[in-house]
């Protein structure tokens, strides 16, 4: 049985009821709208050096079950819900969502411990 999958108007509604972030960074969840919605978390974002405009391979980790993780290859506006595009045929939109109080994990360094007893030197500088 086939069912009216309609992206355009899906999005048009998302936009009023969720919380979307303008850009899209490692560690974001995103909402995924394909033949259906789910979300993801971004992990990589790197340069497709091969190919002459901007053009990025995304890693998604895809928050189904089992999990999946997959890489596309996008351009910039794509990735961030300003337009929806196609793949294999099929309509798609991708935008990270400001989920409350959510700061993503990304692997960064951990800043090194402050020295007990001393103060913090401010210095002017002309």
Same mark, same amino acid.
């Given at each position: ?5 309609? #992206? ?7 936009? /009023? =009821? ?5 850009? @899209? #960074?490692?560690?974001?969840? +995103?909402? +995924?709208?394909? %033949? ?7 992990? /990589?974002?790197?340069?497709? #050096? *091969? ?18 993780? +997959? +890489? $596309? ?6 990735? @961030?819900?300003?337009? =929806?595009? @196609? ?10 969502? *400001?989920?409350?109080? $959510?700061?993503?994990?990304? %692997? ?16 002017? =500088?002309?």
């Amino acid at each position: 049985m086939e069912h009216d999958f309609d #992206v355009e108007k899906i999005v048009r509604d998302l936009k /009023n =009821i969720m919380p979307f972030k303008e850009t @899209t #960074v490692p560690g974001d969840i +995103v909402l +995924v709208v394909a %033949d259906h919605l789910l979300y993801a978390v971004v992990g /990589n974002i790197e340069r497709d #050096v *091969a190919k002459r405009d901007e053009w990025w391979h995304l890693t998604l980790q895809l928050l189904t079950v089992p999990p999946k993780q +997959v +890489v $596309w290859t996008l351009r910039g506006p794509q990735f @961030t819900g300003q337009e =929806i595009f @196609t793949m294999g045929g099929e309509k798609r939109f991708i935008k990270a969502v *400001a989920f409350e109080g $959510w700061s993503p994990h990304v %692997d960064k360094p951990a800043p090194p411990p402050k020295k007990a007893g001393k103060r913090p030197v401010l210095k002017v =500088i002309k």
